[in-house]
């Protein structure tokens, strides 16, 4: 069992930063690889960053390369999500995710525990 707990997030003109943490619990933590995916109305779930929590492997989706980055304190068992340069289209929830090691870590129905969200809005 992983237990997730976010916070960060709210509003934000475009052009803006925003953080995102992640703190996970439970036993099996340390195996798992943790990823953030994000969810607009009317839109399937988008892959948006992965991390192990070994080795120096990250993984971002193609709409925020370059913009967003993912890392990890695992001391403190924290993963962030440092979003800069912010747009309109990246207003969605966003969710993180925990997933035992494995391929596909860009594929929301691998990933079997689930934080509960949390609202990015960016205004124009």
């Known amino acids: 069992q992983v237990q997730l707990v976010q916070s960060g997030g709210g509003l934000v003109q475009a052009g803006g930063s925003l953080n995102l943490s992640c703190i996970a619990s439970?036993?099996?933590?340390?195996?798992?690889?943790i990823g953030w995916f994000r969810q607009a109305p009317g839109k399937e779930r988008e892959f948006v960053a992965a991390i192990r929590w070994s080795g120096d492997n990250t993984y971002l989706g193609d709409s925020v390369k370059g913009r967003f980055t993912i890392s990890r304190d695992n001391a403190r068992k924290t993963v962030y999500l440092q979003m800069n340069s912010l747009k309109p289209e990246d207003t969605a929830v966003y969710y993180c995710a925990a997933r035992a090691q494995g391929l596909g870590v860009n594929v929301a129905r691998q990933y079997d525990y689930w934080g509960p969200g949390t609202q990015v809005t960016v205004s124009s």
């Open positions: 439970g036993r099996t933590v340390s195996r798992s690889v």
